[in-house]
């Protein structure tokens, strides 16, 4: 699986479950309500994306990555797994995360609030990490693939060549030697 894919699918994953998370929390603690809840959970919304603009800065991103994308090591093949498990592997924790602050919110709104802060805070924090890793690839030319591990350890990437596949050479060639007279 692409690197780039997996970040993409992983800041998508955690807003979504930021959107389940705070829908949970407005429904319930409508249904019971606490307007208290709703006021804070609102409250900690708006810092918690604060702080994920703040923590997903652009230079910031590139940081986050150079130290992954170094210790990725050199082929010429892929990893043989499919991109869906390899997924699977690294994002069921952000599930798991999920349905037990997804259950505990039906019991307790404002656990559900707390949540979707935390995942819109992960969401935005994560969201330039992406086309970081796509400048660099770009700009190298050489795609990072994710080699499949546990989500339990740090993720290990493939560097393999790219063959500056979707872009012109940056380089014009030199103009062609003036006719000689004679």
Same mark, same amino acid.
């Given at each position: ?61 590139? #940081? ?16 043989? #797994? ?64 994710? #080699? ?35």
């Amino acid at each position: 699986m692409l690197f780039c894919d997996l970040l993409r699918v992983t800041v998508l994953l955690v807003a979504g479950v930021a959107t389940v998370l705070g829908a949970v929390a407005v429904v319930i603690a409508n249904r019971d309500g606490d307007a208290t809840a709703l006021l804070v959970g609102a409250a900690w919304w708006l810092g918690a994306a604060a702080i994920g603009l703040w923590l997903g800065r652009s230079g910031r991103a590139a #940081e986050a990555m150079g130290r992954v994308l170094a210790g990725a090591r050199t082929a010429t093949s892929l990893p043989p #797994e499919s991109p869906a498990w390899i997924a699977f592997l690294r994002l069921w924790p952000i599930g798991a995360f999920a349905l037990i602050v997804g259950g505990a919110g039906w019991v307790w709104p404002q656990v559900a609030a707390i949540g979707a802060g935390y995942t819109i805070a992960v969401a935005l924090a994560w969201r330039g990490r992406e086309r970081a890793v796509a400048a660099i690839e770009e700009r190298d030319g050489v795609r990072f693939y994710v #080699e499949p591990s546990s989500a339990l350890e740090p993720v290990r990437l493939v560097r393999t060549p790219g063959l500056y596949r979707d872009r012109a050479p940056s380089v014009k060639p030199p103009p062609p030697p003036p006719a000689r007279a004679g």
